[in-house]
């Protein structure tokens, strides 16, 4: 039996199945110590990285490219095509209902960023190694992708 650990263990399986599905983008960069990723606060200033829902008539690739640009101002960067991974996190709707969610994630290496860009009064960003990214977001699927794309 699969145990959900966002769920109490008294929840039907239905209830598991992520209902809904994000696109992520992974923005990384060669530091001097390796790998390190960027990561930006959501509106309620937790670390995150930059996502958002898929859109219409756009790859779900270059639905995450656009989210990395409106939300961290990844200004050119190349993008893989396929996902180097997902993870489900529990998101709060507008009416209060908590909904699983699955988060697609695709990697951007990233070759120039700026400091104008569409959300950057309404949050912030770092870049930080790997490992203390891992640290710093709460979801624990964020966290493994995190850890095993060192």
């Known amino acids: 039996m699969v145990i959900n650990p966002l769920l109490p263990p008294d929840k039907p399986a239905a209830h598991v199945l992520p209902r ?7 923005c990384w960069r060669m530091g ?13 200033g937790r670390w ?5 829902w898929p859109m219409p008539h756009r790859p779900p690739h270059r639905a995450a490219r656009i989210e990395a640009w ?3 101002g990844v200004a050119k960067g190349k993008v893989g095509r396929k ?3 997902d993870y489900i996190s529990i998101k709060r709707t507008e009416s209060g209902d908590d909904v699983p969610v699955l988060h ?15 959300e950057a009064g309404r949050r912030e960003r ?10 710093m977001v709460d979801e624990e699927g964020l966290r493994d992708l995190l850890l095993n794309f060192r």
């Open 20 to 26: 809904r599905t994000q696109l992520a983008a992974l």
């Open 32 to 44: 001097e110590t390796g790998r390190e990723v960027l990561l930006v606060t959501s509106s309620s």
């Open 48 to 52: 995150i990285l930059p996502k958002g």
């Open 70 to 72: 409106e939300e961290a």
């Open 83 to 85: 996902p180097v991974g």
């Open 104 to 118: 697609k994630v695709y990697a951007i290496r990233v070759r120039e960023l700026v400091d104008d860009f569409p």
């Open 126 to 135: 770092i870049w930080v190694p790997v490992e203390e990214a891992a640290k």
